[in-house]
């Protein structure tokens, strides 16, 4: 993974210098669960599981479980047992510590990335990309991972003053100016027991915006468990386990973004119920959607790496910051639902979004979504030329000979497709 140094000119009109990175496949993993700290140690049993349910990327502690991992040609996010202090950077014990550590794993073939900090303050960041350059002066090759604060996050927790959008801009354009990140990744869960928060689709616009502007890829951390946060953390006060329709939501709108990941909080971890599968390994409904839903989301995100966000745009419910429908779409979608602002309950109700890629080669694409998770909808679209539809399954175009055609989308499940020539 070779790197180097770009002077990028963001959309917030800041140059920074951010590293190129290659990201590899898109990814699929978790947070919580096998070789994760507080979860069950990594295994030949969990990672086979795993691999089945469509994960392409799993933690690991040691560098026996990044041995399993690279047993079972998986990718390891390593974030090891016993170090501690990383940021105390001062210390000599910490530095000799640290390059140990690099040295003993920076050539291992599972080794992904290297988690560095969670849910950070802005007042953090400079302490944090301290570490961060110390290791890279020993592995340019691997990237750090720092998870940030969702927009529901508070000044405190944030490290930055304003309201809920102003500092929140400000906080990832800091990480962004002062960290200098090979990649974005951030979590958002909205899911309360009485509601859905009405900020997912915003945050998801924000890191995107700020991904582009530096010119590297951006991963999604969704809610797929209940749990009882500290009054600490920036979380829903009541947060509830959603069903596969919900995750399938969660995945397409993260694919129609372009994002590059997507992680799960949590797969299994003491603590946090309904979660993926049990602490011991049992499986259920959301495991078994996953299969399909992982491997469609790394399917169409490879497909979209590469082109140019154009811009998502809402039929139907227009939630904060997301666009209302316009021409830009380049779909016509009937029947047609009016639009309307987003009600308290938080559900996009009879809602398509559209989000819209440009190429090189001139064939634009179109991820077409069902925001309504608790329904299936019928609808018939019209585009300015003639229609090609992506099988992830198969991964394979196909011709519908027609500038029109008729989708039926399941809950919060989407298509992808392409203007032909």
Same mark, same amino acid.
């Given at each position: 993974?070779?790197?180097?140094?770009?002077?990028?000119?963001? !959309?917030?009109?800041?140059?920074?210098?951010?590293?190129?990175?290659?990201?590899?496949?898109?990814?699929?993993?978790?947070? %919580?669960?096998?070789?994760?700290?507080?979860?069950?140690?990594?295994?030949?049993?969990?990672?086979?599981?795993?691999?089945?349910?469509?994960?392409?990327?799993?933690? *690991? $502690?040691?560098?026996?479980?990044?041995?399993? *991992? +690279?047993?079972?040609?998986?990718?390891?996010?390593?974030?090891?047992?016993?170090?501690?202090?990383?940021? $105390?950077?001062?210390?000599?014990?910490?530095?000799?510590?640290?390059? +140990?550590?690099?040295?003993?794993?920076?050539?291992?073939?599972?080794?992904?990335?290297?988690?560095?900090?969670?849910?950070?303050?802005?007042?953090?960041?400079?302490?944090?990309?301290?570490?961060?350059?110390?290791?890279?002066?020993?592995?340019?090759?691997?990237? +750090?991972?720092?998870?940030? !604060?969702? =927009?529901?996050?508070?000044?405190?927790?944030?490290?930055?003053?304003?309201? =809920?959008?102003?500092?929140?801009?400000?906080?990832?354009?800091?990480?962004?100016?002062?960290?200098?990140?090979?990649?974005?990744?951030?979590?958002?869960?909205?899911?309360?027991?009485?509601?859905?928060?009405?900020?997912?689709?915003?945050?998801?616009?924000?890191?995107?915006?700020?991904?582009?502007?530096?010119?590297?890829?951006?991963?999604?951390?969704?809610?797929?468990?209940?749990?009882?946060?500290?009054?600490?953390?920036?979380?829903?006060? +009541?947060?509830?386990?959603? %069903?596969?329709?919900?995750?399938?939501?969660?995945?397409?709108?993260?694919?129609?973004?372009?994002?590059?990941?997507?992680?799960?909080?949590?797969?299994?971890?003491?603590?946090?119920?309904?979660?993926?599968?049990?602490?011991?390994?049992?499986?259920?409904?959301?495991?078994?959607?996953?299969?399909?839903?992982?491997?469609?989301?790394?399917?169409?995100?490879?497909?979209?790496?590469?082109?140019?966000?154009?811009?998502?745009?809402?039929?139907?419910?227009?939630?904060?910051?997301?666009?209302?429908?316009?021409?830009?779409?380049?779909?016509?979608?009937?029947?047609?639902?009016?639009?309307?602002? !987003? $009600?308290?309950? %938080?559900?996009?109700?009879?809602?398509?979004?559209?989000?819209?890629?440009?190429?090189?080669?001139?064939?634009?694409?179109?991820?077409?979504?069902?925001?309504?998770?608790?329904?299936?909808?019928?609808?018939?679209?019209?585009?300015?030329?003639?229609?090609?539809?992506?099988?992830?399954?198969?991964? =394979?175009?196909?011709?519908?000979?027609?500038?029109?055609?008729?989708? *039926?989308?399941?809950?919060?499940?989407?298509?992808?497709?392409? !203007?032909?020539?």
């Amino acid at each position: 993974m070779k790197r180097c140094l770009l002077l990028t000119v963001g !959309l917030l009109a800041a140059q920074v210098l951010c590293a190129v990175w290659d990201a590899g496949e898109p990814v699929t993993t978790y947070w %919580g669960g096998p070789g994760f700290p507080g979860g069950p140690g990594l295994s030949d049993k969990w990672l086979e599981q795993l691999k089945e349910g469509g994960f392409n990327t799993v933690w *690991a $502690k040691t560098v026996a479980e990044l041995d399993l *991992a +690279a047993k079972h040609g998986m990718r390891a996010i390593y974030k090891p047992e016993g170090l501690g202090g990383w940021l $105390k950077m001062d210390d000599p014990a910490v530095r000799e510590k640290l390059a +140990a550590m690099i040295e003993r794993v920076k050539d291992h073939p599972a080794l992904y990335v290297y988690e560095l900090a969670d849910e950070p303050s802005a007042k953090s960041f400079a302490q944090v990309a301290r570490v961060k350059d110390f290791m890279h002066k020993l592995d340019p090759e691997h990237a +750090a991972w720092v998870n940030l !604060l969702p =927009i529901y996050a508070n000044n405190k927790q944030l490290g930055v003053e304003g309201d =809920i959008v102003a500092a929140y801009w400000e906080h990832v354009r800091l990480f962004g100016e002062i960290f200098r990140p090979e990649f974005m990744t951030y979590d958002h869960y909205q899911f309360n027991w009485d509601k859905d928060g009405p900020d997912y689709m915003r945050n998801l616009g924000i890191i995107r915006q700020r991904a582009a502007s530096l010119g590297v890829p951006f991963f999604n951390g969704v809610q797929s468990c209940t749990f009882a946060p500290p009054k600490n953390l920036a979380s829903p006060p +009541a947060p509830r386990a959603e %069903g596969p329709d919900a995750l399938r939501f969660l995945a397409w709108t993260t694919a129609a973004y372009g994002a590059h990941g997507i992680y799960y909080f949590v797969y299994c971890l003491k603590g946090f119920d309904n979660s993926i599968v049990t602490t011991d390994g049992k499986t259920g409904e959301n495991y078994e959607a996953l299969k399909t839903i992982n491997r469609d989301f790394i399917a169409v995100a490879k497909e979209l790496r590469t082109l140019k966000f154009v811009g998502a745009y809402m039929q139907g419910v227009v939630g904060p910051g997301t666009t209302p429908w316009c021409e830009q779409a380049l779909l016509t979608i009937s029947p047609e639902t009016p639009q309307s602002a !987003l $009600k308290a309950d %938080g559900l996009y109700a009879d809602t398509t979004l559209v989000t819209r890629f440009d190429a090189p080669d001139g064939r634009t694409r179109l991820v077409v979504v069902n925001l309504d998770y608790t329904k299936e909808r019928a609808i018939h679209v019209a585009a300015p030329s003639a229609l090609e539809r992506f099988d992830p399954a198969t991964r =394979i175009w196909s011709p519908i000979g027609s500038a029109e055609t008729d989708l *039926a989308l399941p809950k919060g499940g989407g298509v992808l497709l392409r !203007l032909a020539r």
